[in-house]
């Protein structure tokens, strides 16, 4: 099992570069649930009385040309489809800090990005009479929360949501080059300078790099999550940046192979923001579509935090 899941749909063994989905899918009711929808557009579509786990999680997925996919990790993880919905977390992880947020908020419904058991599958044989599991597990059953895994759906919208949600909080919306939508063309600037406007705007305390601070970037690759060694090493190969920023990487595997570019006398930076830091923005762009298309419901993004610390 391929483990670099970050930004790939799991039923997919395709380059990064996402596939570009040309179809239109219409709802029952008439109303279209693309991303960008004008709210008005939906408005022909009767609102029903209560909204429902199952209802919020049909209409997303309305919205993925190609969805529902046969094989996915994008399941219910806790709860069932009939819950009704008190109020919804949009979050990367369904950790314990962002339950017990969800529960002050009487929040009964978490979207999640990521893993809830701590693994790609969610599978919790291996963790029959683990404490921690057990204390998780009992936590969500006992205020009746249901967490569903949006990851999978959100990454195969026409749009990439988690991509689309780092580049508008980067403020990079018209800076992509045409053709490849992970390609930006940046303002002449040092390595230092561009990290540091990277650190402020996604809230990133530290990073590590790979180069020289004084080294000018304009022509940036950025590969949120974890897209695995050759993706980022072939994506390099074909684009030629002068800095990448990824979410994470395996250290045996793009870390030394950007190590030996730099050696060899390629003008190539390569700086880590952390796997979370770096696709937590999707959940907020996740929240942004449930109050335009979830009306009357309650949403608020809690942001998971960085599991690390750094001396």
């Given amino acids: 099992m391929n483990t670099n899941h970050g930004n790939r749909p799991s039923n997919e063994t395709t380059d990064y570069t996402r596939r570009k989905f040309i179809s239109t899918i219409s ?63 949009t979050t990367m992880f369904a950790n314990l800090a962002v339950i017990n947020q969800a529960i002050a908020l009487k929040a009964n419904f978490i979207i999640a990005h990521e893993p809830t ?54 403020g990079w919306d018209k800076s992509s080059l045409p053709g490849n939508d992970h390609l930006f063309n940046r303002p002449a600037t040092t390595l230092k300078q561009l990290i540091n406007e990277v650190k402020q705007r996604l809230g990133i305390a530290t990073v590590r790099y790979i180069g020289s601070p004084a080294q000018s970037c304009s022509r940036v690759l950025l590969m949120p999550g974890a897209a695995g060694g050759k993706a980022q090493i072939g994506a390099i190969g074909r684009t030629k940046p002068d800095v990448i920023l990824c979410g994470e990487i395996s250290e045996w595997e793009t870390a030394e192979y950007v190590r030996d570019a730099h050696i060899k006398g390629d003008k190539l930076s390569l700086v880590l923001l952390g796997h979370i830091a770096s696709e937590e923005p999707g959940s907020e762009f996740m929240k942004g579509w449930i109050k335009e298309n979830v009306p009357g419901v309650p949403v608020t993004h809690v942001p998971a935090g960085s599991s690390l610390s750094f001396m």
Wanted: no cysteine.
């Fill in 27 to 89: 709802l029952a009711t008439g109303a279209a649930a693309f991303l960008g929808t004008p709210v008005n557009l939906l408005a022909s579509a009767k609102s029903p009385e209560t909204w429902t786990v199952g209802k919020v999680m049909d209409l997303f997925i309305a919205g993925v040309p190609g969805a529902p996919f046969a094989k996915t990790v994008d399941t219910l993880k806790t709860g069932d489809r009939d819950i009704e919905i008190t109020g919804i977390v």
């Fill in 117 to 170: 058991f701590y693994n790609h599958l969610d599978e919790t044989d291996w963790l029959k009479n683990d404490d921690v599991y057990e204390y998780k597990a009992a936590l969500l059953k006992k205020h009746n929360i249901a967490v569903w895994r949006n990851h999978d759906y959100i990454h195969s919208l026409k749009e990439d949501g988690v991509m689309k949600g780092v580049v508008k909080q980067l």
